[in-house]
Structures are given as structure tokens and as C-alpha cells.
């Protein structure tokens, strides 16, 4: 059975010109339609909240078809909102040496909170990896898999800093293994 067998979309025009037609030829590619009526609307992440859509139409960010092909199998719809109020939606997280309980509560509800998902165990759905440290076995699985999960590994500063900007933030300066930002704390003590 195609993946998206049974998906009706339309593509916001909040999404460039090439990559709709790239999501198109995709979303075809795994069974979906383009025909009325419609399921599904996929638009750019930040671009659209659901309650500017009535009835029975799915508004998904464009990250729900990029996932869903990454996994083999189609991700649930509300953990892929367009709302930019949902800063992490998408994001399915997971940490590893974060020792104090309640950064681990602060993570964990900030991240569901605010449209994402979260696992105590590092599983192959994981996009975010959050670790202090490069020693432990999290870390070193979610290095060897993520080319092909695409998992970031990062530190939880990310989390934070997003939170303070109130949108995500560029995530290259936290990446594991060459963190920008552990550069800095490790310095500054």
C-alpha cells in the first residue's frame, strides 16, 4: 500500500514554486492526489494555524511528507502543525545525561507543549537528540544512525534559546560533535 494512499492535498502558496512541485511529485509518487475533495493541506512551516481552516482538512507543515517518506510510514498529522505558535512541531525529541530531573520535566513539557513530541528512549522516529556530553551510548547511536534519520544531535541550550526567541533558532552553532556553544561553556569555566 503507497504511503499517502488516500491523501487528497492542496499545497499553500506559502510554499516556493520548485519546492511544491517537488512535494508534489513526492506526495503523487507515494499515492496521494491532488483532486478534490481535499484532506490535507500542506503548507510551510509558521505560515497557517488550523482554526484558519474549518471542516475535516488536515493542516500539515511540509515537514509531515518530508518525515513520513524518512520513517516509511505516515506520521500523525497533529504533531505536524504550520501554526507558528507550535515552535516545535515536528520535532520529536529524546535526551541523554541530562541529571537533573527537572530539566528533563522542563524539556519534555516544553517540547509537547509547544507542538512536538517527546521519548525516553532513543527510537528510529527521534529528530532531536539532546546531550551534554559525548560519552554516553545515546550519543554515540544517534551519531552513527543520523545521516540516514536525520536526527540533529544537540545541546539542550537550543531548547532554551528557542524559547527565548519564541521560534527556533538556527541549529548549526548547537550541533553535536562540533558545538559552538559548548565551545563557549566549556571556556567560560
Given at each position: 500500500?503507497?504511503?499517502?494512499?488516500?491523501?487528497?492535498?492542496v499545497l499553500s502558496s506559502s510554499i516556493r514554486a520548485e519546492?511544491?512541485?517537488e512535494l508534489s511529485d513526492l506526495l503523487e509518487l507515494q499515492g496521494a492526489t491532488s483532486a478534490p475533495p481535499h484532506t490535507h493541506l500542506i503548507a510551510l512551516t509558521g505560515s497557517h494555524t488550523q482554526c484558519e481552516h474549518h471542516g475535516y482538512l488536515h493542516v500539515v507543515s511540509e515537514m509531515w511528507v518530508q518525515r513520513s517518506v524518512v520513517l516509511g510510514r505516515r506520521q500523525l498529522e497533529q504533531y505536524y502543525s504550520p501554526d507558528p505558535t507550535m515552535i516545535f512541531s515536528g520535532v520529536v525529541a529524546c535526551a541523554t545525561d541530562v541529571t537533573l530531573p527537572w530539566d528533563l520535566e522542563v524539556l519534555s513539557a516544553g517540547i509537547?507543549?509547544?507542538?512536538g513530541q517527546w521519548r525516553t528512549a532513543l527510537t528510529r522516529d527521534v529528530t532531536h537528540l539532546f546531550a551534554l556530553h559525548a560519552e554516553s551510548d545515546k550519543y554515540?547511536?544517534?551519531?552513527?544512525?543520523?545521516?540516514?534519520?536525520?536526527?540533529?544531535?544537540?545541546t539542550p541550550h537550543w531548547f532554551?534559546?528557542?524559547i527565548q526567541a519564541g521560534c527556533?533558532?538556527?541549529e548549526i552553532p548547537y550541533l553535536w560533535p562540533n558545538s559552538e556553544v559548548m565551545a563557549q561553556v566549556?571556556?567560560?569555566?
Open positions: 500500500m503507497a504511503l499517502f494512499n488516500g491523501v487528497r492535498y519546492w511544491r512541485e509537547t507543549s509547544l507542538g554515540q547511536t544517534a551519531m552513527h544512525f543520523a545521516s540516514r534519520t536525520h536526527m540533529a544531535v544537540l532554551d534559546d528557542s527556533r533558532v538556527p566549556d571556556g567560560s569555566q
